[in-house]
C-alpha cells in the first residue's frame, strides 16, 4: 500500500522505521539518528534518524508513504501537508483527529493530542484525507 501526499508544499524526511509498517500510518518523534551526518554524508554511516510505532493518543513526527519492513527505510510526511492516513475507526470531514498506538487516526477526545483535521472522511477499512498539523495541539 503506497499513500502518497494529496498536496506537498515540503520535503518528506527519509528515516529508519525500527518495528515496520505500512503506508499511511503515524509515526512518533524520533529517539535517535544513526551513526553518520544526515543524508549520507559520511563514511561512518546513512545518519538517518530513527522512528518507530507512535504513543496513541500523543504527538508524532508524520506518516509512512510507503510500507516498510522492519529496521527499513521509509519516506516519512510532515506538517504541513494534506495526507492519506488509515482509519482505525470512521472519521468524518472536519473531525479532529489523533492516533492510536498502530499510529492510525481516530476522533480526538478531550486531553489527546490532535495531528490534524480530516478533509475526506473514511472507515475502518479506508484511508481519509488528513490536514496535518504541526503539534502539539490539545483537544479541549
Not at 124 to 137: E, G, I, K, R
Request: aromatic share 4%; hydrophobic share 45%; proline share 6%.
Amino acid at each position: 500500500m503506497e499513500a502518497i501526499a494529496f498536496y506537498d508544499p515540503g520535503a518528506d524526511i527519509t528515516c529508519q522505521h525500527t518495528a515496520g509498517a505500512q503506508g499511511g500510518v503515524a509515526v512518533g518523534w524520533p529517539t535517535t539518528r544513526n551513526p553518520g551526518g544526515p543524508a549520507g554524508v559520511s563514511d561512518s554511516g546513512d545518519g538517518l534518524l530513527v522512528v518507530t510505532n507512535p504513543v496513541a493518543k500523543a504527538a508524532i513526527f508524520g506518516i509512512t508513504s510507503v510500507d516498510v519492513a522492519a529496521n527499513g527505510r521509509v519516506d516519512i510526511m510532515r506538517a504541513p501537508k494534506v495526507v492519506p492516513v488509515q482509519c482505525a475507526a470512521t472519521v468524518n470531514i472536519g473531525d479532529d483527529v489523533s492516533v492510536n498506538a498502530a499510529g492510525k487516526i481516530q476522533a480526538a477526545v478531550t486531553g489527546d493530542v490532535i495531528i490534524g483535521k480530516v478533509l475526506m472522511g473514511g472507515t475502518t477499512t479506508s484511508m481519509a484525507a488528513v490536514d496535518l498539523y504541526h503539534q502539539p495541539l490539545l483537544k479541549p
